[in-house]
């Protein structure tokens, strides 16, 4: 098999992942610049091919949604795949490291917290769910 066609696979399964949990893919600079610049909350997922992106980060963003608060936009960027996109979105996450996959939180185009790689990786899904809902109460309206 050829290994590019399988990254291929791999990518466009994690695309559609995300995409189906309901957030809006950000491709390009200018997508992340519109999206990132709205007013209220916005959950970004930066997604990744690694496992804690599929076993336990995608999972996470996915669920962790159907509750009563949540972010007004759900925004995805994808690292190591849409790279201007991903760099453009980092911008915005202010003393914050680059990391994958992880989640930044932001209000009115502000980084308010993130949850990084570490906070993710070693974790179960269960307990990203929490912790994006404890942002999600202490920062979210009621939906």
């Known amino acids: 098999m050829d290994f590019n066609i399988f990254m291929n696979d791999v990518v466009d399964a994690a695309r559609k992942d995300i995409r189906e949990a309901g957030y809006q893919e950000l491709t390009t600079p200018e997508d992340v610049d519109q999206?990132?610049?709205?007013?209220?909350?916005?959950?970004?997922?930066?997604?990744?091919?690694?496992?804690?992106?599929?076993?336990?980060?995608?999972?996470?963003?996915?669920?962790?949604?159907?509750?009563?608060?949540?972010?007004?936009?759900?925004?995805?960027?994808?690292?190591?795949?849409?790279?201007?996109?991903?760099?453009?979105?980092?911008?915005?996450?202010?003393g914050y490291p680059p990391s994958s996959p992880s989640f930044a939180f932001l209000k009115d185009g502000k980084i308010v917290t993130m949850l990084e790689r570490h906070d993710i990786e070693g974790h179960n899904a269960m307990d990203v769910i929490g912790k994006l809902q404890a942002i999600f109460d202490q920062h979210c309206k009621e939906v």
Do not use: W
Not at 58 to 84: C, M, S, W
């Open 35 to 94: 999206a990132l610049a709205q007013d209220g909350t916005t959950l970004v997922m930066v997604n990744s091919v690694c496992g804690c992106a599929g076993g336990i980060a995608r999972p996470a963003a996915a669920n962790a949604i159907h509750y009563d608060k949540r972010p007004d936009q759900l925004v995805t960027v994808f690292a190591g795949q849409d790279k201007e996109a991903t760099e453009k979105a980092r911008q915005y996450f202010e």
